[in-house]
């Protein structure tokens, strides 16, 4: 879970960060329908656990 996320920042971007870190598996930026803005949070799917604290310093550094 990355929560206080920009309102700029997007899956992509997400991304970008997280595989200068860890494997990716996916990267989920929940939306709402009608107008495409996200509520701050996202999921970022690691493909191991072995990094949680370089982990959460990257989620840090996308924080509105």
């Known amino acids: 879970h ?3 996320l920009d309102p700029q920042v997007t899956e992509d971007i ?3 960060l997280f595989t200068q870190v860890a494997h990716v598996q996916s990267v989920y ?3 709402d329908k009608i107008t ?3 509520s701050g949070y996202g999921f970022v799917e ?3 656990e ?3 604290s370089r982990s959460s310093t990257t989620a840090a550094s996308v924080a509105g």
Do not use: F
Request: overall charge neutral.
């Open 36 to 38: 495409t803005a996200h």
């Open 29 to 31: 930026i929940p939306r």
């Open 14 to 16: 997400l991304w970008e």
């Open 46 to 48: 690691l493909a191991n």
């Open 50 to 52: 072995t990094t949680p």
């Open 2 to 4: 990355v929560g206080n």
